[in-house]
């Protein structure tokens, strides 16, 4: 079983950069990825980064050439770097590790506000 804790979220203006940790304990030799969702009030959650066991990456379009994914295996920690922010980057930010179906865990979010 894998359990996650999002940190690094917080107020920042636009233009501004954040980096968000996600910190896991269990054994993650099992997960086939580690994904980074977000979900801004009155949408739904959607993907913003993903990186796989390999090490492949994949982002969403909307952040592309912004944000970037990363893993730590010493330290079972997952990092979404956000540069440029925009306001349409606000949102809550949840850290999930994938297995399949019926292994798939999340972090209980952390908030990420971007305004002037």
């Known amino acids: 079983q894998v359990q996650l804790v999002e940190s690094g979220g917080g107020l920042v203006q636009p233009g501004g950069s954040l980096r968000l940790s996600c910190a896991a304990s269990g054994s993650i030799f099992s997960i086939n990825a580690m994904v980074w969702y977000r979900q801004a009030p009155g949408k739904q959650r959607e993907l913003v980064a993903a990186?796989?066991?390999?090490?492949?990456?994949n982002y969403a379009d909307s952040v592309k050439g912004r944000f970037t994914i990363s893993r730590d295996n010493a330290k079972n920690t997952m990092y979404l770097q956000m540069n440029s922010l925009k306001p349409e980057d606000t949102a809550v930010y949840y850290c999930?590790?994938?297995?399949?179906?019926?292994?798939?865990?999340w972090g209980q979010g952390t908030q990420v506000t971007v305004s002037s």
């Open positions: 990186i796989t066991s390999g090490g492949s990456t």
């Open positions: 999930n590790a994938y297995r399949d179906h019926t292994h798939n865990y």
